[in-house]
């Protein structure tokens, strides 16, 4: 069957994933052609399918340290793998499409803990990453064969498990004339560098601290709940940044630790959340938001500046995820980085909202094809591996 899939000339792929902002499935739908350099695709769809507030709180409570137990995770394993399998079959529906069709799903998962850097237990190193979103149920569901669990061979091999997206990267904005950063802003945000005619051992990539987490949490704190997210940036432009907190932020030691790294909840989650508003209880809540957009394209900028930009020329960035609709966090990066040209991904025939799911559609068909899907360079790994797990879809 495997093979069967994998030697069709064009497919249609579905990718979807859940980012740290959990605040839905993302689910893309592309048509491809090839792998590799070799890899055409055309954008067919994308749509969002928004978690219910109960679902939301279950997942940011299985996040959150010591908040989730192995029943809660267990059964968020399987609603979320539910709730995936209703995004695919939603997508294919808005794009006019049977379901029955779509050849393949890429699916990153809904990350719950993220642990890069080994522990030793019993004399042995372990390092790992969990993300739910039962594979096996979003194949029975669809009949739709499914690569997931696509960290935990990058981990295996010594490396960071993320970013992952950084060798898609690669494959659709690489350019003979112009140096490209390629910047993710999610929960977490992401960079790659894609220096002018690199190979793809010459690019690098790495997590460059908060996206929009910081932000959200602050915007749910001040909303009661009632908001996730600072729609366009209105809060925060209606705030005043701390210079004295964004210089604290910015002191962080995440920021200084060299790449290859991968962040998330760990660093920048709840408990980080609860000491900015412990610790400045006399800043209003617009002026915290303010604050945190500021620290999240000051972060960005420093990562660039310190990592990047010294090593080659870079002319241009490519912005994607929920971060490129905030008017104000844009704003903000572009006064942080000046010397770049900043533009949302869209203008490059990717949606800023679809990009990673995409890129998990791109990753699901190397898997197939047998090829490696991660880029040592970027994620820290000894050597290139295939990634994932592929379940098959239904007996035909």
């Known amino acids: 069957m495997i093979e069967r899939l994998a030697s069709k000339p064009e497919k249609l792929v579905v990718g979807v994933m859940s980012g740290t902002s959990a605040d839905g499935v993302d689910a893309a739908l592309i048509q491809l052609r090839g792998s590799g350099d070799q890899l055409t695709w055309r954008f067919l769809r994308h749509e969002t399918l928004h978690y219910s507030v109960k679902v939301r709180d279950l997942i940011l409570r299985c996040c959150d340290p010591g908040g989730g137990d192995a029943a809660s995770l267990c059964r968020l394993n399987v609603l979320l793998g539910e709730l995936f399998a209703r995004a695919i079959q939603h997508v294919a529906e808005k794009a006019g499409i049977d379901a029955a069709s779509i050849d393949l799903v890429g699916s990153h998962g809904q990350t719950v803990q993220h642990l890069p850097v080994p522990v030793t237990i019993t004399g042995i190193p372990v390092r790992g990453s969990l993300q739910v979103g039962e594979p096996a149920v979003i194949a029975e569901r669809t009949g739709i064969t499914t690569v997931a669990n696509f960290r935990a061979r990058d981990l295996a091999a010594g490396g960071q498990g993320s970013p992952l997206v950084s060798f898609v990267d690669f494959l659709l904005?690489?350019?003979?004339?112009?140096?490209?950063?390629?910047?993710?802003?999610?929960?977490?945000?992401?960079?790659?560098?894609?220096?002018?005619?690199?190979?793809?051992?010459?690019?690098?990539?790495?997590?460059?601290?908060?996206?929009?987490?910081?932000?959200?949490?602050?915007?749910?704190?001040?909303?009661?709940?009632?908001?996730?997210?600072?729609?366009?940036?209105?809060?925060?432009?209606?705030?005043?940044?701390?210079?004295?907190?964004?210089?604290?932020?910015?002191?962080?030691?995440?920021?200084?630790?060299?790449?290859?790294?991968?962040?998330?909840?760990?660093?920048?989650?709840?408990?980080?959340?609860?000491?900015?508003?412990?610790?400045?209880?006399?800043?209003?809540?617009?002026?915290?938001?303010?604050?945190?957009?500021?620290?999240?394209?000051?972060?960005?900028?420093?990562?660039?500046?310190?990592?990047?930009?010294?090593?080659?020329?870079?002319?241009?960035?490519?912005?994607?995820?929920?971060?490129?609709?905030?008017?104000?966090?844009?704003?903000?990066?572009?006064?942080?980085?000046?010397?770049?040209?900043?533009?949302?991904?869209?203008?490059?025939?990717?949606?800023?909202?679809?990009?990673?799911?995409?890129?998990?559609?791109?990753?699901?068909?190397?898997?197939?094809?047998?090829?490696?899907?991660?880029?040592?360079?970027?994620?820290?790994?000894?050597?290139?591996?295939?990634?994932?797990?592929?379940?098959?879809?239904?007996?035909?």
């Open 173 to 396: 904005f690489r350019n003979r004339s112009r140096g490209r950063l390629v910047l993710n802003i999610g929960g977490v945000a992401s960079l790659t560098a894609i220096p002018a005619s690199a190979p793809a051992d010459r690019v690098i990539g790495f997590d460059t601290g908060p996206g929009n987490m910081v932000i959200d949490g602050l915007v749910s704190h001040m909303t009661g709940g009632r908001e996730s997210l600072d729609l366009g940036g209105r809060y925060a432009r209606g705030g005043r940044a701390s210079d004295d907190l964004l210089a604290r932020l910015l002191d962080h030691p995440y920021l200084l630790l060299p790449p290859p790294k991968s962040c998330g909840r760990q660093e920048f989650g709840r408990p980080f959340l609860d000491s900015i508003l412990k610790e400045n209880g006399t800043l209003q809540p617009k002026d915290l938001i303010a604050t945190a957009t500021r620290f999240t394209a000051e972060s960005i900028a420093f990562a660039c500046r310190r990592y990047v930009m010294p090593h080659n020329v870079f002319e241009e960035a490519i912005v994607s995820g929920g971060g490129a609709r905030n008017a104000y966090l844009m704003e903000q990066l572009r006064a942080a980085i000046p010397e770049l040209s900043i533009k949302e991904s869209d203008e490059y025939g990717l949606p800023a909202a679809a990009k990673e799911a995409v890129a998990f559609a791109i990753l699901a068909n190397e898997t197939l094809h047998g090829h490696a899907g991660n880029l040592p360079a970027a994620t820290g790994a000894a050597h290139p591996v295939v990634l994932g797990s592929i379940v098959p879809g239904r007996l035909s």
